[in-house]
Structure formats: structure tokens, C-alpha cells
T-cell receptor
């Protein structure tokens, strides 16, 4: 069974630029999560999808971050415009359903200069 | 209020010895789950072990065991017979069932473990 795929693995941009991350969850997993992990901290949930609907986006900075999960499979997370404090690893995870074990992807390391 | 507290930023252990990583949590939800994840330098979060709030026995998975003390709200991870490959960051996480039932994980700050040869 293939794991959660993410791309790109690394991205360096200047502040005020835009960036997009892509996640392909494990096949058949209904729930998809995007976490932000700042260096030296634990991951923090940004947004959670159940199929293609949003379950929780309470910690998503909606003035600059957006996410979608078209057709309930792949998902993209976008930042526009980026700030220095957005430098972090962005982790995507998926689970069969909400209360099942979450499987994480390798993450995208974003550096904003 | 911080819901998951890991008070040890860094730990050292000698190869083949056991080590305990501390985790305390705070919740008013009677139904919750506690998780431990390992994050090597490659960045991927690897699930290690799970303990449900109603589980009567402490969870074990190979060399990993979870010392669950419900009254003290602690869920310490014990790694027996440490190996060099155990060197990584370890995160404790909690999932409250609650009314929203989202399955969201709340993570602690993490503990860096270094295994010495």
C-alpha cells in the first residue's frame, strides 16, 4: 500500500511570494489533515477535510492560507502572500475515517526569506 | 492552556538501556486517546503506540510500552533496549473524542532522544 505522498519536498521563496503544496493521501482514506510544524515545536493542525468538505479550519490563517480537496482525493494548500513566520514543515496526513490512525507524509519544508 | 506537556527537551541514553520519555496531558473529556510518534531527521511522523482512555492495560508494541497513569494524567513512553536507530524526536499527542468528533490530534513540544553507542 502506497503511503501519503507530498510535493515538493523543499521550497525556498521570498516573502510576499505565493507557494502551493500538494498531497496525495492513501487510497480510500476519507479524512485528510494539513499540519504546520515550526522548528522545535509539535505539529499544529491547520485544516481537516472529510471527503471534500472542511471539518475544521479554526487555526488556518484565512487571510493568506487556502486549501482545497477536489473530488475528495488530492489536496493542495496555498499560501499567498507568504510571511517570514510561515517558514515551517507542512505535513499532510490521512486516515480511513476521523477516529482512525493517521498516516503522515514526508512533509514539505518551506523557507521564506 | 497547553493540553500536552513534554518537559524533557532532550534526553541521552546508552545503547541497549531503557529510557522513559515523559508526557502529561490535560482534558475534561472522559473519552480520549493518547499517541506517541517518532520523527527522525527525515521528517516523517511514524506512529509508535496508542492508549485509549478506557483501556484497562498499558499498551505495548514490541520494544515500546506506554506507562498510562490516568489519575495523574500521564502517559510516559518506555523504550527498552535502545538502539542507535531510536535517535529521533518523539512526540506525545492526544485526541479528544468530544462532541465534535473530529479526530484532531494535539501534539506536545517533543523530546529529542539521542542514543549513545
Amino acid at each position: 500500500e502506497a503511503g501519503v505522498a507530498q510535493s515538493p519536498r523543499y521550497k525556498i521563496i521570498e516573502k510576499r511570494q505565493s507557494v502551493a503544496f500538494w498531497c496525495n493521501p492513501i487510497s480510500g482514506h476519507a479524512t485528510l489533515y494539513w499540519y504546520q510544524q515550526i522548528l522545535g515545536q509539535g505539529p499544529k493542525l491547520l485544516i481537516q477535510f472529510q471527503n471534500n468538505g472542511v471539518v475544521d479550519d479554526s487555526q488556518l490563517p484565512k487571510d493568506r492560507f487556502s486549501a482545497e480537496r477536489l473530488k475528495g482525493v488530492d489536496s493542495t494548500l496555498k499560501i499567498q502572500p507568504a510571511k517570514l513566520e510561515d517558514s515551517a514543515v507542512y505535513l499532510c496526513a490521512s486516515s480511513r475515517d476521523r477516529l482512525y490512525e493517521q498516516y503522515f507524509g514526508p512533509g514539505t519544508r518551506l523557507t521564506v526569506t | 492552556a497547553q493540553k500536552i506537556t513534554q518537559t524533557q527537551p532532550g534526553m541521552f541514553v546508552q545503547e541497549k538501556e531503557a529510557v522513559t520519555l515523559d508526557c502529561t496531558y490535560d482534558t475534561s473529556d472522559p473519552s480520549y486517546g493518547l499517541f506517541w510518534y517518532k520523527q527522525p531527521s527525515s521528517g516523517e511522523m511514524i506512529f509508535l503506540i496508542y492508549q485509549g482512555s478506557y483501556d484497562q492495560q498499558n499498551a505495548t508494541e514490541g520494544r515500546y510500552s506506554l506507562n498510562f497513569q490516568k489519575a495523574r494524567k500521564s502517559a510516559n513512553l518506555v523504550i527498552s533496549a535502545s538502539q542507535l536507530g531510536d535517535s529521533a524526536m518523539y512526540f506525545c499527542a492526544m485526541r479528544e473524542k468530544g462532541s465534535s468528533n473530529t479526530g484532531k490530534l494535539i501534539f506536545g513540544q517533543g523530546t529529542t532522544l539521542q542514543v549513545k553507542p
